[in-house]
């Protein structure tokens, strides 16, 4: 193929555009054509065709350039609204998952924002590793030039509240970078920082670029894309179809398999995404917190300009089961309690970190006794946040369908029960009833392009789900690459999650090696990461010979995982320890080594 013109800059990660360069190779003038027409089509359903002024990048001194690291999608959201906002104020704007962003091009930047999520407490968020690797080493470039504002999203329940934002907002500014406002921090209830930051955000932009208000003809650089119909703030109510419990009743655990119907939803979901559900808190929860503060769940209560019932707020919109520093500072100032002074102090941050996973708030307010009203309760607690469930399912296998595999957590105290807040809802729902939820795209846990890759997939507990739906696309696509899964929980009898269909899928080819990690079968405890170790050989040569490698599961557990491999790579690859995470690195820069971690 010849051409008389430079091709543009791809926007593709190396890995698809490469494959992208098989598939069209030796393809004929006429079917290049038939090509381009078939991918316009497929555009042009997801936004309207850009003007051809869309296509030319501005240059760095012209343009905002937008990078956000993003786990469960909020980032994602901040970053793609202020980037809208943006071209619609008339500016050139660069919108860049962290992973994609040519950190070579990070010197020439003169106006940078990054929205950023912080991971459990303390960790960067998987597509940002490489960012925050190369922008806090040695080879990071002097940016006196440079302009930036950095937006962290985070979960105050953790000690370790944003840290990855503000260490990156800090780093920035060391390098000589001038900080245009003060670092955000955001907690759950996200648009409270979010929305005056991005208002602060556009109007420094203004200031920096010298951008006038836009002329009515002004197209932005970057096309809008069509927002979701269904969201976590306009969910769709999906009918449960089967909830059955896949564990046997002498297990510890209670895990169900749920299957919803989608149809109408115009979902279009693919194996690594994720749905939201919206979930409620239990009645007996809600009652028990209303008896414990003498408040009246009839009550009408006010808060950010909306009124409802306060058993309403406590059901639907307020945070029963997950215990946060902000409500423990306002309890500790309601009653004051010493004891939860001294806890918030900076030295007792590992105590405070244990109250905060192992209390609900019910079981504080009981403790510590205070004067509360309806309107200062709701005010303390945070927003009750969606909570997102890796998809079991491929749409090649169940149409119009999606499938869970949820674990009910639910354990006794001596305050009494305590539960899940999502888990619980939908494990109490009986075929019929309907559940609220919404799809949360995952860009960055993906099927490789080239079907005849092999993958190695390490899900042990509830972990598994995605790779069900990987498995399912792959048979039905006739992928030729090899299928490696290791699944691991306590016992072999009681715990071991879709069994029947591991063992048909070995049976018809589309599995073709199954390790498994029953941990409490024999008197030593044995989890997945013992048996990446003990399998390190062969996990090395697949690793060698191309294979994709996919992690699902606890954020401890992936850590565990991580450790395994990077000692395989050390044993098998005769590599020094700096080599083989360097050998990691590369497989994450060549999306061969994806997380989903919670």
């Not at 786990?71 to 500016?91: C, H, I, M, P, W």
């Not at 996200?190 to 109007?203: G, M």
Request: hydrophobic fraction near 45%; glycine fraction near 8%; aromatic fraction near 8%.
């Amino acid at each position: 193929m010849s051409a008389t013109a430079p091709l543009p800059r791809s926007p593709l990660p190396r890995d698809l555009a490469q494959h992208l360069d098989r598939l069209v190779e030796g393809l004929d003038a006429a079917s290049l054509w038939w090509l381009s027409g078939y991918a316009a089509g497929l555009a042009g359903r997801i936004a309207p065709a850009p003007d051809a002024r869309a296509a030319v990048e501005p240059d760095a001194g012209a343009r905002l350039t937008v990078v956000y690291g993003s786990q469960t999608g909020n980032s994602r959201r901040v970053a793609e609204q202020l980037a809208r906002k943006a071209g619609d104020a008339g500016f050139g704007v660069r919108l860049a998952r962290a992973d994609a962003y040519p950190l070579r091009e990070l010197a020439e930047e003169r106006l940078l924002y990054v929205v950023i999520s912080t991971q459990g407490d303390g960790d960067p968020p998987d597509d940002a590793r490489a960012l925050i690797d190369f922008i806090g080493s040695r080879r990071a470039p002097k940016l006196p030039a440079l302009s930036f504002a950095v937006l962290g999203l985070g979960d105050s329940s953790y000690p370790q509240f944003c840290l990855t934002g503000r260490k990156l907002d800090a780093r920035l500014a060391e390098l000589g970078g001038k900080r245009l406002f003060a670092f955000g921090e955001a907690d759950l209830d996200i648009d409270v920082v979010a929305e005056p930051w991005t208002q602060q955000a556009l109007t420094h932009a203004r200031e920096v670029l010298k951008t006038q208000a836009p002329a009515t003809n002004v197209t932005p650089l970057r096309p809008h894309v069509e927002v979701q119909a269904w969201s976590a703030a306009r969910p769709f109510r999906a009918e449960l179809l089967a909830n059955q419990r896949i564990t046997a009743d002498g297990s510890s655990k209670d895990v169900r398999h749920l299957e919803l119907d989608l149809a109408g939803s115009g979902f279009d979901y693919e194996p690594g995404d994720a749905l939201g559900v919206l979930p409620r808190n239990s009645e007996p929860l809600v009652a028990a917190l209303l008896d414990a503060l003498h408040l009246d769940g009839d009550a009408a209560v006010m808060q950010a300009n909306a009124v409802h019932p306060l058993r309403e707020w406590l059901t639907s919109k307020r945070e029963l089961t997950r215990l946060s520093r902000p409500l423990v500072a306002t309890l500790a100032a309601r009653s004051g309690s010493t004891a939860l002074r001294e806890l918030l102090q900076p030295e007792h941050g590992e105590a405070l970190r244990r109250l905060l996973e192992t209390q609900q708030p019910i079981d504080l307010l009981q403790r510590y006794p205070a004067n509360w009203t309806g309107e200062a309760l709701v005010a303390a607690l945070r927003p009750l946040t969606p909570r997102l469930y890796s998809i079991a399912s491929s749409r090649a296998e169940v149409r119009d369908e999606v499938h869970l595999t949820v674990a009910h957590v639910e354990y006794a105290t001596e305050a009494g029960t305590h539960w899940g807040a999502a888990s619980h809802w939908l494990a109490t729902r009986a075929a019929g009833e309907t559940v609220e939820v919404y799809l949360e795209r995952n860009e960055r846990f993906r099927l490789p392009a080239d079907a005849s890759r092999d993958i190695i997939m390490v899900g042990p507990g509830t972990g598994v789900a995605p790779f069900r739906a990987f498995l399912q696309q792959r048979a039905a696509a006739g992928a030729s690459g090899r299928n490696w899964l290791l699944f691991g929980n306590p016992h072999f009898r009681s715990d071991f999650l879709y069994q029947l269909e591991w063992q048909a899928a070995l049976k018809a080819g589309s599995l073709q090696r199954l390790d498994v990690a029953f941990s409490r079968d024999q008197a030593e405890k044995i989890y997945v990461q013992h048996q990446l170790r003990e399998h390190g050989r062969e996990l090395y040569a697949w690793l060698e010979a191309g294979a994709h490698l996919y992690v699902c599961g606890a954020t401890t557990m992936a850590r565990d995982v991580e450790a395994a491999l990077r000692d395989v790579i050390v044993e098998q690859g005769a590599r020094a320890q700096e080599a083989a995470e360097a050998y990691i690195a590369q497989l994450r820069d060549e999306h061969r080594y994806s997380r989903d971690v919670y």
